[in-house]
T-cell receptor, first 112, second 116 residues
């Protein structure tokens, strides 16, 4: 089955700097890659997603890149703010299959 | 439009007991998935229901089961509870995408189960 690895497990950056979180997946049939943000005590919420027919997607300060050949995808957050502090999860799934396989999460801390 | 609703929010049970958790999806969403979240294992897929049928199943023992009703509401049941079942149980609903494209999964607030 699918396996998703996520690095780093913790990340601290100065406010205003950029943060990058990387994930690799094992199943070449996966074609949907969402990123979720989970604040303490709250539900995971989708912040951005990318499909296999696209190499990069951007939404304001957040961007995701996908390299299908290498089977890895990354989340980039620019101009970080204190409210970006949370746990971020990457995930992968195969079209038509609602099952999401998650990475182990990255705890991002923004230092004021 | 109301979000995904899970009840109850918190539960404390004793080893050996059973428990039933409920999930009401977003109106119009026909797929409901369940996940177990623990500090050590992260988010693990339990199963997914669509049109009252289990379509996918994760690697959990048979003590974990679920069902879906005609209005898409779903329940999951855990029998013979063990201490290791203590976790946050999340359900997620989604519109069913095409065979090639999935759609966003919206999560509920979760049910925090503590087994003592």
């Amino acid at each position: 089955g699918e396996n998703v690895e996520q690095h780093p497990s913790t990340l601290s950056v100065q406010e205003g700097d950029s943060a990058v979180i990387k994930c690799t997946y094992s199943d070449s049939a996966s074609n949907y890659f969402p990123w979720y943000k989970q604040e303490l005590g709250k539900r995971p919420q989708l912040i951005i997603d990318i499909r296999s027919n696209v190499g990069e997607k951007k939404d304001q300060r957040i961007a995701v890149t996908l390299n299908k050949t290498a089977k890895h995808f990354s989340l980039h957050i620019t101009e970080t703010q204190p409210e970006d502090s949370a746990v971020y999860f990457c995930a992968a799934s195969i079209g038509g299959n609602e099952k999401l396989t998650f990475g182990t999460g990255t705890r991002l801390t923004i230092i004021p | 439009k109301a979000g995904v609703t899970q009840t109850p929010r918190y539960l404390i049970k004793t080893r050996g007991q059973q428990v039933t958790l409920s999930c009401s999806p977003i109106s119009g969403h026909r797929s409901v998935s369940w996940y177990q979240q623990t500090p050590g294992q992260g988010l693990q897929f339990l199963f997914e229901y669509f049109s009252e049928t289990q379509r996918n199943k994760g690697n959990f023992p048979g003590r974990f089961s679920g069902r879906q009703f005609s209005n898409s509401r779903s329940e999951m049941n855990v029998s013979t509870l063990e201490l290791g079942d203590s976790a946050l149980y999340l359900c997620a609903s989604s519109l069913v995408g095409t065979a090639r494209m999935n759609t966003e999964a919206f999560f509920g607030q979760g049910t925090r189960l503590t087994v003592v």
